[in-house]
Nanobody, 124 residues
Framework: QVQLVESGGGLVQAGGSLRLSCAPSGRTFGDYNMGWFRRAPGKEREFVAAISWTGGSTHYADSVKGRFTIARDNAKNTVYLQMNSLKPEDTAVYYC?????????????????WGQGTQVTVSS
């Protein structure tokens, strides 16, 4: 059974950094587009960032542009989300998604391949 396992969340002060990792198990994901989403308390899930299967193209939500970077290492079968200059409004559970539709206009997540989520808390 294929699973996505996120790690790297935690508690950090505003202005700090965290790096999230998503490591699929059960198969390699070198040919899958990948995305990160988040859900803050009382809010809907929202898109954060996505990367094409080649790694040659990325998309970001306006709220994280210039602060977050998505990257992939297909040799390690891992996708990363480097988060810098964190703000309290970045507090959320962050989810990894695999196999969604990636285009010039954005990323539509796969309904099936979601991780369990990792908590990111940014204190002011």
């Amino acid at each position: 059974q294929v699973q996505l396992v996120e790690s790297g969340g935690g508690l950090v002060q505003a202005g700090g950094s965290l790096r999230l990792s998503c490591a699929p198990s059960g198969r390699t994901f070198g040919d899958y587009n990948m995305g990160w989403f988040r859900r803050a308390p009382g809010k809907e899930r929202e898109f954060v960032a996505a990367i094409s299967w080649t790694g040659g193209s990325t998309h970001y939500a306006d709220s994280v542009k210039g602060r977050f970077t998505i990257a992939r290492d297909n040799a390690k079968n891992t996708v990363y989300l480097q988060m810098n200059s964190l703000k309290p409004e970045d507090t959320a559970v962050y989810y990894c998604n695999a196999g969604g539709k990636y285009s010039d206009t954005g990323y539509v997540p796969s309904p099936v391949l979601w991780g369990q989520g990792t908590q990111v808390t940014v204190s002011s």
